[in-house]
């Protein structure tokens, strides 16, 4: 009966405004818990093992975001335990790693929807660990960082299921921690936030898996954190709720990688938290479960405020050129056809302002000096009606 109440009145559980909208959804389907690990396959969620501060878990769950239906699947393959890492390639689920009852594991499991059932794969080489960041890209699944109770760490591996083998990779870009977050947008994967000791991290990196190679960004625009959630939907990416200095945060923040900027969205609309899950599903993210004054069930569904645009789609609305590109010493912007007044602005990756203008409608080229830039990538943005109309890397490469 608990489920029925929830599907009939969700709708009048709404937190939400210009900058998006949560919607409380059904209860998790097991016990109130923090610390699960899941993944995403086709269309539905799944996710398990997690504690409640006295018991381990190993059930797991299917989430469908359309029905708001949760059903029991097979009990994951591991022991019992909390802070996994799980994420998903093709058609499979992987899960692994955390802490159970005996100590910090480093065994990793296949689940397949299609038999419901669960497979042993080459165990993690690393120390076993837990509270590592984890994501998927290209075919690969990521992991790093993490805590064995004794040491923190940075280094960094890939899993390829083609081999079934494990790769060292660069280390994490920034210091050592535990209870980081992260997600993907597009081919790169983005980390931060987390702990070491009792000092808390609000630093975000960029992982291109191409060059093996992490570029810090912007920092996170909240407060420091650890046990933060979070989730990708289009150009942006989603963070937020943890705990800093003993309180339960619920604000949450977007990483729009257009602008290189964080803007601050609603609040969470459950109580703040830590150890809570995040996914997202087409256009939706989903947040629920963690522990704050008390261990959670609550599953919420945010929406965006405004519409999240993919870089192509962006693109095909204008007529804007940039040349030479890579540039030495001078930008030419060329913009053709009948266009509006738009905003030029140009910021290297950390955010920082490099140029700002105002272009009128009836000019049709403007010239940016650069022979003062350090050579490196930059961002270019047209912006009409406080909307990105096109985004840009820009490349400044010049003889030494």
Same mark, same amino acid.
Request: glycine content about 18%.
């Given at each position: 009966m608990k489920h029925q109440f929830l599907i009939i009145f969700a709708g009048l559980l709404v937190c939400g405004n210009a900058f998006g909208q949560w919607v409380q959804k059904p209860d998790f389907g097991g016990n109130k818990r923090e610390s699960l690990a899941g993944f995403c396959i086709g269309s539905k969620a799944y996710m398990?093992?997690?504690?409640?501060?006295?018991?381990?878990?190993?059930?797991? $769950?299917?989430?469908?975001?359309?029905?708001?239906? $949760?059903i029991q699947?097979?009990?994951?393959?591991?022991?019992?335990?909390?802070?996994?890492?799980? @994420?998903?390639?093709?058609?499979?689920?992987?899960?692994?790693?955390?802490?159970?009852?005996?100590?910090f594991a480093n065994d990793f499991w296949e689940f397949d929807p299609?038999?419901?059932?669960?497979?042993?794969?080459?165990?993690f080489p690393g120390p076993g660990r837990c509270a590592c960041v984890c994501f998927s890209l290209n075919g690969k699944g990521y992991m790093g960082t993490g805590y064995d109770g004794i040491f923190t760490y940075k280094d960094f591996w890939e899993y390829n299921p083609e081999n079934n083998a494990w790769t060292q990779?660069?280390?994490?870009?920034?210091?050592?921690?535990?209870?980081?977050?992260? @997600?993907?947008?597009?081919?790169?994967? @983005?980390?931060?936030?987390?702990?070491?000791? !009792?000092?808390n991290y609000k630093d975000f990196w960029e992982y291109d898996p191409a060059g093996d190679t992490w570029t810090q960004i912007a920092d996170f625009g909240g407060a420091e954190r650890a046990g933060s959630t979070g989730f990708s939907i289009? &150009?942006? +990416? !989603?963070? +937020?709720?943890?705990?800093?200095?003993?309180?339960?945060?619920?604000?949450? $923040?977007? !990483?729009?990688? =257009? &602008? =290189?900027?964080?803007?601050?969205?609603?609040?969470? +609309?459950?109580?703040?938290? $830590?150890?809570?899950?995040?996914?997202?599903?087409?256009?939706?993210? !989903?947040?629920?479960?963690?522990?704050?004054?008390?261990y959670y069930e609550d599953v919420w569904e945010y929406t965006p405020g405004e519409d999240t645009l993919d870089v192509n789609e962006i693109n095909r609305e204008?007529?804007?050129?940039? @040349?030479?590109?890579?540039?030495?010493?001078?930008?030419?912007?060329?913009?053709? +056809?009948?266009?509006?007044?738009?905003?030029?602005?140009?910021?290297?990756?950390l955010g920082r302002r490099r140029f700002a203008q105002h272009l009128p409608a009836n000019a049709a080229t403007l010239d940016i000096e650069t022979s003062q830039w350090g050579n490196g990538i930059y961002l270019f943005r047209?912006?009409?009606?406080?909307?990105?109309?096109?985004?840009?890397k820009i490349i400044v490469q010049r003889s030494e």
């Open positions: 398990g093992t997690g504690s409640d501060g006295q018991v381990y878990f190993k059930d797991f $769950w299917e989430y469908d975001t359309t029905s708001g239906n $949760w699947k097979a009990d994951f393959g591991g022991t019992a335990r909390r802070c996994a890492i799980g @994420f998903s390639i093709g058609t499979k689920g992987y899960m692994g790693l955390g802490c159970d009852i005996s100590g299609e038999t419901d059932g669960w497979s042993l794969k080459a165990p990779k660069a280390d994490f870009g920034g210091p050592p921690r535990l209870h980081a977050m992260a @997600f993907t947008i597009g081919q790169k994967g @983005f980390a931060g936030t987390g702990q070491y000791g !009792y000092y289009g &150009t942006k +990416g !989603y963070c +937020g709720m943890g705990s800093s200095q003993s309180t339960f945060l619920r604000d949450f $923040w977007a !990483y729009d990688t =257009l &602008t =290189l900027e964080w803007n601050q969205i609603e609040d969470f +609309g459950g109580p703040g938290r $830590w150890g809570a899950f995040g996914f997202s599903m087409g256009t939706k993210g !989903y947040c629920g479960t963690g522990q704050g004054l008390q204008v007529n804007i050129l940039l @040349f030479p590109n890579p540039v030495t010493d001078k930008l030419t912007i060329l913009k053709r +056809g009948d266009m509006k007044d738009i905003e030029i602005k140009i910021t290297d990756l047209a912006i009409h009606g406080g909307r990105i109309m096109k985004a840009e």
